[in-house]
């Protein structure tokens, strides 16, 4: 039975971003959840969450926050799952701040980090992290990236006959 992923948003205002993680599972056909717990606000809320994340069925936990970015890292350091961070853009630093709260991990409590705002990554890097002990989802990943491949080349066939006179 495949594993869920967990994503964990530090709060509501990062549902926009959140939703392409949420979409992408879907698609891939992933079972996931969705919570809304801050580091600095609800913090034992979300140790709690992810202390029991891998007895619940979790395989990956995503977190998504900006500003000061302490979600992913005060998720890290309470599970050995695997743990993906988004940083999400600020009305600050353009998510500057968030990447690099989000990026520099002590040594010992790991945190994967995609872009800023990169929820579409986050979750196909959980998808790629479930793929290693699920074939069919590997399958459902090679698939997608084929897809991903032929509609680039569709796009460069309409602009090479737009632009590219001979």
Request: include cysteine.
């Amino acid at each position: 039975m495949l594993k869920k992923v967990g994503i964990l948003m530090g709060s509501d205002s990062d549902l926009p971003i959140v939703k392409k993680a949420t979409d992408m599972l879907s698609l891939l056909e992933i079972p996931f959840e969705v919570h809304v717990y801050s580091a600095h606000r609800t913090p034992l809320e979300a140790a709690e969450f992810t202390k029991n994340a891998k007895k619940n069925g979790f395989g990956v936990l995503i977190a998504a926050a900006g500003m000061a970015a302490h979600l992913a890292g005060a998720v890290a350091a309470n599970t050995t799952l695997p743990v993906i961070g988004i940083p999400c853009k600020g009305p600050v630093l353009d998510g500057m701040d968030a990447l690099l709260a989000t990026v520099q991990m002590p040594t010992g409590i790991p945190v994967a980090t995609v872009a800023i705002n990169g929820a579409a990554n986050a979750a196909l890097l959980a998808a790629e992290i479930l793929a290693l002990s699920d074939d069919t989802l590997s399958e459902k990943l090679i698939a997608k990236r084929e897809s991903d491949r032929l509609a680039v080349l569709a796009k460069d066939e309409a602009v090479a006959k737009e632009f590219n006179q001979q």
